[in-house]
């Protein structure tokens, strides 16, 4: 192995790309969704058996593995002194139910090259550089989202997410225990030198203007809910409506209120989403006496979201009077804002200036690992194109030549911080 200055490797350090997009095309034959895209929620058969391709990746190349206790995996490749904490690149192998090929998988496989792209040059770091894969970033199966990196930051108690309830009953501990991914390691609790998240856009902003990379500054403020409603089950013939109490109706209510709460701030970024209705009994012939509303507001700026989020504790009082319900926010979460490192999302911009590689600077306007990890750790986000924005979507796409510039940042960005 060798210890070779960066200026050395410069010019002419990329990684393999033909091997970095048969990870890709590995990937989208696991746990594949509607034509085009993938369904492989969080702790599924298909998410065992990505994780085991993954695992079997990294222990073929001589990584070391370990999982924690929420199932958030971990492959480290040694650094010239083991005492330092290490340099981690990571995202998720988890999709949505109908989901992209790429969303939070190009982060993962890009840490995967950089790691053998530094092997194919016998190149030694100072640091320790480890990739992880964060369990059940998406949410889609088990809210809320982004479970596994909040319990290594601290956010949430291991024992709060491993009793974290599917529509099936499942919970993430017993999921856990059935693929085979409930760890032994402890959940965070240990130093991180920095953290880097590579991962397609979500918007359109680089496809549209033809730039490579975007250099991530900060997040969108958002704050989601899982409201409880609270109704009477009555026959939907005789019975008068000056006496329902109708929690189908309370929950679309609540819809439309945060809806209406995105439209008023829409000229200005804003978003306000219904995401999820759930009722019972929902059937025909029968009020629904019990229902589950989830849904969010979001802003680039932070006070313009906290009013967001005032507007909708208000609307909830008023759709509970007007559907003569009861509503409990019986969760709720909150991240986003100035959250990354000065000093890490300037080496991103310098790591692309020094391979000629335009940028732009841009906030994320989805949710993402990094978030959390940025709690604990020095974290800037590395963002490449995504064709029209679209994602979460089976019609989610990118492309070989558009994501490569950003992997490269990504490599010479890890090894810059790696040699300090």
């Not at 890709?24 to 085009?36: H, K, M, T």
């Not at 298909?46 to 990584?63: K, P, Q, T």
């Not at 596994?148 to 225990?177: K, M, N, Q, Y």
């Not at 013939?237 to 701030?265: C, E, F, Q, S, T």
Request: aromatic residues 6%.
């Amino acid at each position: 192995m060798i210890d070779a200055p960066r200026t050395s490797l410069a010019t002419d350090l990329t990684i393999d790309q033909r091997r970095f997009w048969s990870t890709i095309e590995a990937s989208a034959a696991i746990g594949v969704g509607r034509p085009g895209g993938l369904s492989r929620v969080a702790l599924t058969d298909a998410d065992r058996e990505m994780r085991d391709l993954f695992r079997d990746w990294c222990v073929g190349a001589g990584y070391g593995v370990t999982v924690d206790a929420v199932g958030n995996l971990f492959a480290r490749r040694a650094g010239r002194d083991r005492s330092l904490a290490p340099v981690v690149l990571g995202s998720h192998l988890d999709t949505q139910i109908n989901g992209g090929r790429y969303d939070g998988i190009v982060g993962v496989m890009a840490a995967l090259e950089v790691l053998r792209s530094l092997d194919d040059r016998g190149i030694a770091t100072r640091r320790p550089v480890e990739i992880a894969v964060w369990t059940n970033e998406e949410g889609a199966r088990f809210s809320p989202p982004m479970v596994g990196s909040a319990a290594f930051a601290g956010v949430h108690p291991v024992e709060w997410v491993h009793a974290r309830c599917a529509d099936d009953g499942a919970t993430i501990g017993e999921e856990l225990r059935r693929i085979g991914y409930l760890g032994d390691a402890p959940v965070g609790g240990r130093p991180l030198d920095s953290y880097l998240e590579l991962h397609i856009e979500q918007g359109p902003e680089l496809h549209a203007r033809g730039i490579p990379v975007g250099v991530v500054t900060h997040g969108y403020t958002a704050y989601g809910f899982i409201v409880d409603v609270a109704g009477e089950t009555a026959h939907t013939g005789p019975w008068p409506m000056d006496k329902r109490r109708n929690a189908l109706v309370g929950a679309a209510m609540l819809a439309v209120a945060v809806n209406d709460i995105g439209w008023k701030y829409h000229a200005s970024g804003g978003k306000g989403t219904a995401a999820r209705i759930v009722a019972w009994p929902n059937k025909p012939g029968i009020l629904s006496d019990s229902a589950q509303f989830t849904g969010d507001v979001r802003h680039d700026d932070p006070a313009v979201a906290d009013a967001m989020r005032d507007e909708f504790m208000a609307a909830l009082s008023d759709c509970a009077r007007r559907s003569q319900c009861d509503m409990r926010v019986f969760d709720q979460w909150h991240w986003g804002a100035d959250i990354f490192d000065a000093g890490m999302v300037a080496l991103v911009r310098d790591s692309a200036r020094s391979l000629g590689i335009a940028t732009l600077d841009l906030p994320s306007q989805a949710g993402h690992d990094a978030y959390h990890v940025a709690k604990v750790a020095p974290t800037a986000m590395i963002f490449t194109p995504c064709r029209d924005g679209i994602t979460h979507n089976n019609l989610e796409h990118t492309d070989l030549n558009a994501t490569v510039p950003g992997v490269n940042v990504l490599l010479h960005a890890a090894l810059a911080r790696a040699d300090r």
